[in-house]
């Protein structure tokens, strides 16, 4: 008998190069920009201005993240997001001999 066997198990999702994150980022601005394009062509706005804004958004949209999937990889925004949430130093603003000082515990009985 032959079996097909799956060789994508553990793997991230990857459609034409882009990964993780980035094909989130990818459908949600298409999206936004479709909607943005519908709802100003129904607010009455010349239909060429529409269509050139919509061409442009996504443009930007395809490039801006195929760019940032190149430059940071599968974990880079995440890593990056990680990286600004921690703090840069460490404030203490409790005297020195405070930290140095031994208080014995007291035994519960």
Do not use: D
């Not at 298409?30 to 519908?38: E, K, Y």
């Not at 607010?43 to 930007?60: E, Q, R």
């Not at 005297?95 to 031994?102: A, E, N, Q, S, W």
């Amino acid at each position: 008998m032959n079996y097909n066997i799956n060789k994508g198990i553990g793997r991230t999702v990857e459609f034409k190069g882009l990964k993780a994150q980035y094909l989130f980022i990818f459908a949600g601005g298409l999206l936004g920009t479709l909607i943005l394009v519908m709802i100003l062509y129904m607010a009455g706005l010349n239909s060429y201005i529409c269509l050139f804004l919509g061409a442009g958004g996504a443009s930007l949209i395809v490039w801006k993240t195929f760019s940032l999937n190149r430059k940071y990889g599968e974990h880079g925004l995440m890593k990056i997001a990680a990286n600004k949430r921690h703090p840069r130093y460490i404030i203490c603003r409790k005297p020195v001999h405070r930290y140095l000082k031994f208080t014995p515990k007291q035994n519960a009985v």
